[in-house]
């Protein structure tokens, strides 16, 4: 598979607002729009601190990266990641 950022399912309805557990200090960084072949995501990002214990739960495999030069991420992920925050 593609390395990705940790979110919830892809759905055509809004996810709970609220953030999953063990993660603090959510807070909104802004949204990307990325154009795939046949239909536009909006997807909107959040910025949070995760304990190890957590991001285990959150993520099947972690990968650790520099967020100021992630690579091998895919465009949508790429414009997430590049967002001020």
Excluded: Y
């Excluded at 200090?25 to 190890?52: K, M, P, S, W, Y």
Aim: proline share 11%.
């Amino acid at each position: 598979g593609m390395l990705g950022l940790p979110g919830p399912a892809w759905t055509a309805e809004r996810p709970d607002a609220a953030p999953p557990a063990g993660v603090n200090d959510c807070r909104e960084i802004g949204t990307v729009r990325h154009v795939f072949t046949h239909f536009a995501l909006d997807l909107q990002v959040f910025d949070g601190r995760i304990g190890l214990e957590a991001a285990v739960d959150l993520v099947a495999t972690p990968v650790w990266s520099d967020a100021a030069s992630p690579t091998g991420l895919p465009g949508l992920f790429a414009k997430a990641v590049a967002l001020p925050g």
